[in-house]
């Protein structure tokens, strides 16, 4: 079975008709997906249900990329986890060479060369209290290599019905909303401008938020989760709550 045709199954067949009846998610802006060519799904990550309700929405297939050891499992769990991760579209980040960010960077610009919707978090991980932070610049990368579109998304919910750090949560409904696509031609041949790359992230952070209606956070989500642990973060960073994101450079 290819991969489409297996992700068509569990989506339209097996698993989506249950998240629908059990969670009802309702989905707005859903005219602004492009129906086909390349596409930058750029994302809140506020629960690992986000990948499933996102996607949810629309017709087409969003790829995402997940851990190589995923994909070379052994045993009856490493089996399921192969059929499963490989089965909905998600690409293996090799991190025998490049680091995890060049990886996950090298497998993005795969799936959309070959014109397909690619997912990504520009926060780099889950919010662990619901607020958004600061984007990783990758993705502003990403949009510039590429040419592709930019299509900024809020999920909303989600973090109440799988909790960060808890096996349960509430039965809500889940929200999704898409934004209209965001085009960053005009900074064509840009790429290696570290100020052009923080000012298209923050652009791109700031549709997010204006969709979502989160609290904005000027701080990475991986040092605000080490303050909240009570480590110490190993970037400088007011961490002052703001209306937006700032046009600093990190």
């Known amino acids: ?84 991760f ?20 090298i497998a993005a610009k795969r799936v959309l060369a070959e014109g397909e919707l690619f997912g990504i ?16 610049t990758g993705i502003a990368r990403l949009a510039l290599d590429t040419g592709a579109p930019v299509i900024p998304v809020a999920v909303i919910g989600t973090d109440v019905i799988a909790p960060p750090g808890k096996k349960f949560g509430k039965l809500v409904h889940p929200r999704v909303i898409y934004g209209k696509p965001l085009d960053f031609s005009r900074y064509e041949g840009m790429t290696n401008d570290r ?3 923080r000012a298209i992230t923050d652009e791109i952070v700031y549709e997010i938020l204006k969709l979502s209606g989160q609290e904005y956070v000027d701080m990475y989500a991986t040092e605000a989760k080490k303050l909240a642990d009570g480590k110490k973060p190993t970037k400088k960073s007011s961490g002052s709550a703001k209306t937006g994101p700032t046009k600093d450079v990190a």
């Open 1 to 84: 079975m290819s991969t489409k045709l297996f992700y068509s199954f569990l989506k339209w067949v097996a698993i989506g008709p249950l998240l629908r009846a059990v969670f009802r998610p309702s989905y707005e802006g859903t005219e602004n997906i492009p129906r086909k060519g390349p596409a930058i799904m750029a994302s809140n990550h506020l629960s690992y249900a986000d990948w499933l309700f996102m996607p949810l929405g629309m017709k087409r297939m969003v790829r995402f990329v997940a851990k190589a050891e995923y994909f070379t499992g052994t045993g009856p769990k490493g089996f399921l986890q192969r059929i499963f």
């Open 86 to 105: 490989s089965g909905t579209g998600n690409v293996p980040i090799d991190r025998g060479g490049a680091t995890a960010a060049e990886g996950a960077l």
């Open 121 to 136: 978090y520009p926060e780099g991980t889950r919010s662990h209290d619901g607020k958004l932070y600061r984007g990783r």
């Open 195 to 197: 100020y052009i790359l």
